[in-house]
């Protein structure tokens, strides 16, 4: 039997399954960086991807981004944005129509511009060829590309942010009465996780015990399972330990200040039992007060900022310690003989609270560490975050906040030599990882740091 002849595709129908072809590994970021485009968010330091707000390149947005960039929901490479909503608007893009918007050109011609941006070869359908019409090479290259352009905008950053002003002091807010009394209820509470909490992180059993008796620690209700604490039917799983937010109020000359009370930071555990943290006051957004607790806090119509957790005097301290969180903060204090009154010199340890607490840390203590250039001591965790604070992006990942040159800003406001960095432990290693493997005595950590500066 004779074969049926079949007809190939026009030229316009082959750029079309071409088109097919190349939108599965396009990205509209790639679109965006060919076209000169700046997607950014109201927070400079957060990376376009999927699920994130960025300003619209096509109006003003004023303050608040309303471009939403969509994932794919086609099982293609994790991470990809395949189109984007204006949520003011209602209007949506696809590939080709954003194409169509950045580069200011007819439909067919960015349909053309977009194969040859994928390294598709519409010819190849023309011919009927079977296989992959889509290079490894073409897929290589977007990867790179993609790589080389995160990897740049965290460097600029971190060169940005060592000559950037120091924030403006703003003022703060005192914690209100209700939740004062709400945090100081659960140190009944902490007092009995004492002992396991410092078997947890290797201490010595009285450094817990003396955290909760400063106020530094309690164990409060979780806000949407606060209840009268009367009520004997509540046990553990409704509270959560709590770590206070202090923010230091210095006078104009900086030789004395008075500390405000501004919140805490309480951790939780989600339904898969990992781990997260909360800000009170916080204001409830998206979701309606389930309680009296609730409405009270959202009444309030107040948040906190992230400013670092606080052990030591800051007036006349001429060492600052940098620790990664509260709980190497803690250690560090405990281990420079802070919890023995052994401390060799008037010292200051900060815990900064993630990439959204450097801001405040520099708000808060900048001023102080350019005016009294005090010597400071960084205790990074020895991982990505790590990594950003010493300005080194390794193991990049888009979307995720960047904490960038912290380091060298340091070494900018107090001088070069006055700048001790410590990398310690194995990769993913903390300072807590550290000392409990290693348990240097106080002795042997002073004797360093001297031989640092």
């Known amino acids: 039997m004779a074969k049926q002849a079949i007809d190939k595709p026009t030229a316009q129908e082959a750029r079309w399954q071409a088109w097919g072809q190349a939108r599965q590994i396009l990205d509209l ?6 076209a000169g485009i700046d997607l950014r968010g109201s927070r400079e330091r957060t990376e376009p991807s999927a699920g994130v707000r960025v300003f619209s390149p096509f109006r003003d947005d004023g303050k608040t981004p309303h471009f939403l ?3 794919a929901e086609d099982g293609g490479r994790r991470g990809r944005v395949v189109g984007a909503k204006d949520l003011s608007t209602g209007e949506t893009w696809d590939l080709l129509a954003f194409a169509v918007a950045a580069w ?3 439909k067919l011609e960015a349909r053309d511009r977009l194969l040859t941006l994928a390294g598709v070869n519409w010819e190849s359908f023309v011919r009927g060829d079977k296989g992959k019409r889509i290079g490894n090479g073409a897929r290589r290259r977007l990867e790179r590309e993609r790589n080389r352009a995160a990897v740049s905008r965290v460097l600029d950053r ?8 120091l924030p403006e002091v703003m003022p703060v807010e005192s914690l209100p009465d209700f939740l004062q009394a709400h945090y100081r209820a659960g140190w009944e509470w902490a007092s009995k996780w004492g002992a396991a909490m410092a078997h947890e992180r290797g201490w010595p059993g009285h450094w ?3 955290l909760i008796e400063a106020g530094k620690v309690s164990a409060p209700m979780l806000p ?3 209840r009268d604490w009367d009520d004997r039917a509540w046990h553990e799983s409704l509270v959560g330990l709590a770590f206070a937010v202090e923010v230091p109020q210095w006078t104009a000359s900086y030789d004395s200040l008075t500390w405000c009370w501004t919140g805490y930071h309480q951790r939780f555990f989600r339904r898969d039992l990992s781990k997260s943290w909360m800000y009170l006051p916080a204001l409830f957004e998206a979701t309606r007060p389930r309680n009296d607790f609730q409405r009270k806090v959202k009444a309030h119509g107040r948040r906190i900022e992230a400013a670092p957790f606080v052990m030591g005097d800051p007036v006349d301290a001429d060492l600052f310690v940098l620790c990664e969180g509260q ?4 250690t560090a204090w405990g281990a420079l003989g802070g919890f023995d009154d052994s401390l060799r010199a008037s010292t200051c340890v900060l815990g900064l609270r993630g990439a959204q607490g450097v801001e405040p840390f520099l708000r808060h203590y900048g001023w102080v560490l350019d005016r009294k250039r005090p010597r400071v001591l960084m205790l990074p965790d020895n991982d990505t975050a790590g990594d950003l604070w010493k300005g080194r992006p390794a193991d990049f990942k888009a979307g995720k906040p960047a904490v960038a040159g912290l380091v060298d800003r340091m070494r ?6 006055r700048v001790g960095l410590w990398e310690l432990g194995e990769r993913g290693d903390d300072f807590n990882d550290w000392w409990t493997a290693t348990q240097p005595s106080t002795a042997q950590l002073w004797e360093r740091i001297r031989s640092d500066y």
């Not at 970021?29 to 060919?34: F, G, T, Y």
């Not at 709980?327 to 803690?330: E, L, P, R, T, V």
């Open 29 to 34: 970021l790639d679109i965006a960086r060919d």
């Open 104 to 106: 200011g050109c007819e």
């Open 69 to 71: 960039l969509c994932g």
């Open 208 to 210: 817990a015990h003396e």
């Open 224 to 226: 949407w399972e606060a």
């Open 158 to 165: 971190a060169r940005s942010a060592a000559n950037a002003p």
């Open 412 to 417: 900018k406001l107090v001088g070069h030599d």
């Open 327 to 330: 709980w190497d903060a803690i």
